[in-house]
C-alpha cells in the first residue's frame, strides 16, 4: 500500500513545519487529504494547506492544552534548534528546544493514545557502535537522548513511537547557507563559490525520497521502538557534489576549493538502508544526479521569479 494514501483523512501534526523537512512532509500529507495541523512558538503569518497553533512546546501546560484541542493520530515531531556548533551557549537552547520539547510531546502523545509519532533522529548522533559514544556537540547531545526516550516511552509505557534519521538531506527551498543551495545560488549569479578542501564525505539524499521514509514511519506496524536510517548508502564527497553541480549550472565555473577551513572532526556515516528497506519496504528512488537537477531547476525559476517580480 503506498504510505501516502494510507494516511489520507487522518490528523496529522507536524512540529517544526516551517522548516526545510517539515514544509515538504506538510504539503505532501495535505495533498493526500490529511488534515496537517502545524505549531510554531510566533505567531505565523503564512497562508497555506496547513492549520496553524501557536505554543512554546518546551511548556508542558501548552503542550497538553494543543494535542487535547488536536487531538492527532500521528505525530511528526521535527521542531528545535539545528546547529552543530560547539558553542557552550547553545547547551540551554538545545536542552529545551529540543529534549524538553520531546519529552512533553512523548508525555502528551502517551496520555491521549496518539496512534503514532515519528521522531526525527540526527546523524551527528554518537554510533552506538562506538567504545565509548560521545556526542560531538550540545545539538548531538540532545538528539541523543531524545531518541533515547522515544525508545523508552515505548518500552516503558507502549507509546508508539518510531525513531527515524535522516542523512545529508538537500533539495528545493533549503537554507541558503547550506552547501547544497549556496554553491547553486553562487554560481547562478556568476559568483564562484568558495569551498573547504571537499575532502569530506557525506550521503546525500533527496529530501522527497525522505519524505517517502517519514510516510512509510507513520504507518507500517511492527516498527515500533526502532531507529531507522533514512540514506542512499553511498558516501559522495563534496568536492564531487560541487563539481556535478557545477557541470549543471555552469560547466565553464571554477570553484575555489581550500577557500574555507575545514570543519574539526565531522563525522562520515553511512546510512544502513538495508534495514529501512526490511522494517519499511523503503528506498530511495532518486538518484544524485537527479536530485541535483530538480534542485538546481527550482533555485533557477526562484531567481527568473524574483528578477521578474523586481522588474
Not at 16 to 41: D, K, P, T, W
Not at 133 to 161: C, D, E, M, Q
Not at 183 to 206: C, F, H, M, N, T
Not at 296 to 310: C, D, G, N, P
Request: charged share 20%; proline share 5%.
Amino acid at each position: 500500500m503506498d504510505s501516502s494514501s494510507s494516511l489520507s483523512g487522518q490528523r496529522i501534526l507536524i512540529t517544526g513545519a516551517s522548516g526545510f523537512l517539515g514544509s515538504h512532509l506538510g504539503r505532501r500529507l495535505a495533498q493526500v487529504g490529511c488534515e496537517v495541523h502545524a505549531i510554531s512558538r510566533k505567531r505565523h503569518s503564512i497562508v497555506d494547506c496547513l492549520r496553524w497553533w501557536q505554543g512554546d512546546l518546551t511548556d508542558i501546560v501548552t503542550v497538553r492544552k494543543l494535542l487535547l484541542a488536536i487531538k492527532p493520530d500521528v505525530i511528526f515531531h521535527l521542531s528545535g534548534i539545528v546547529t552543530a556548533s560547539p558553542d557552550l551557549q547553545l547547551v540551554l537552547p538545545t536542552f529545551h528546544t529540543l529534549l524538553t520539547s520531546t519529552v512533553n510531546m512523548l508525555m502528551m502523545a502517551t496520555e491521549i493514545g496518539c496512534r503514532r509519532v515519528v521522531l526525527a533522529a540526527s546523524l551527528t548522533e554518537p554510533d552506538p557502535g562506538d567504545v565509548d559514544p560521545t556526542p560531538g556537540s550540545p545539538y548531538a547531545a540532545a538528539k541523543w537522548a531524545s531518541s533515547a526516550y522515544g525508545r523508552l516511552f515505548h518500552r516503558l509505557y507502549g507509546t508508539s513511537v518510531v525513531v527515524v534519521r535522516p542523512f545529508m538531506t538537500y533539495g528545493p527551498n533549503q537554507n541558503s547557507q547550506k552547501l547544497i543551495p549556496y554553491v547553486i545560488l553562487a554560481l547562478l549569479q556568476s559568483e564562484s563559490p568558495k569551498i573547504s578542501s571537499g575532502d569530506w564525505r557525506a550521503d546525500w539524499i533527496y529530501v522527497e525520497d525522505v519524505v517517502d521514509g517519514f510516510l512509510a514511519a507513520a504507518h507500517i506496524s511492527g516498527i515500533e521502538g526502532r531507529t531507522i536510517d533514512l540514506g542512499s548508502g553511498t558516501l559522495t564527497a563534496v568536492r564531487e557534489v560541487v563539481q556535478r553541480i557545477v557541470k549543471i549550472v555552469d560547466p565553464k565555473a571554477e570553484p575555489e576549493f581550500g577557500a574555507r577551513p575545514n570543519r574539526p572532526s565531522e563525522q562520515v556515516r553511512i546510512a544502513d538502508t538495508a534495514y529501512a528497506y526490511e522494517k519499511l519496504g523503503w528506498t530511495p528512488k532518486t538518484s544524485l544526479d537527479e536530485g541535483l537537477r530538480r534542485t538546481v531547476s527550482w533555485y533557477r525559476e526562484e531567481a527568473l521569479s524574483i528578477h521578474s517580480s523586481a522588474g
